[in-house]
């Protein structure tokens, strides 16, 4: 699983970067992978209108409904097959008027 770092890491370290540091000599003094600082700049870029892609908000609200759909379903299924389960024992709603 990838190592989590804290946001006010992720704004310190872009900010020595803004300031002219290089990306390799920054990483190293870090002790994190350059491909993370490029790729925290480039969503900094992203966050800031400067490039096209998905913000950061808009990331996190797709993962959230993601998640959030994956429950659903989930129930879905619980709620089917509980509904056969039923159909199958012959038990009928109540109120039912079928025969």
Same mark, same amino acid.
């Given at each position: 699983?990838? *190592?989590?770092?804290?946001?006010?890491?992720? &704004? *310190?370290?872009?900010a020595l !970067?803004?300031?002219?540091?290089?990306v390799t000599e920054l990483a190293a003094q870090l002790g994190i992978a350059p491909a993370t600082l490029y790729r925290w700049s480039q969503q900094a870029r992203i966050d800031a209108g400067e490039?096209?892609? #998905?913000?950061? &908000?808009? %990331?996190?609200?797709? %993962?959230? &409904?993601?998640?959030r759909i994956r429950? !659903?379903?989930e129930?879905?299924? %619980? #709620?089917?097959?509980a509904a056969s389960m039923l159909k199958d024992q012959g038990i009928r709603p109540k109120g039912d008027s079928r025969s």
């Open positions: 699983m990838p *190592r989590q770092y804290s946001s006010q890491f992720r &704004a *310190r370290a872009l !970067l803004d300031e002219g540091r290089s490039r096209p892609g #998905t913000t950061s &908000a808009e %990331a996190s609200e797709l %993962a959230d &409904a993601r998640r429950h !659903l379903e129930e879905l299924q %619980a #709620t089917k097959l």
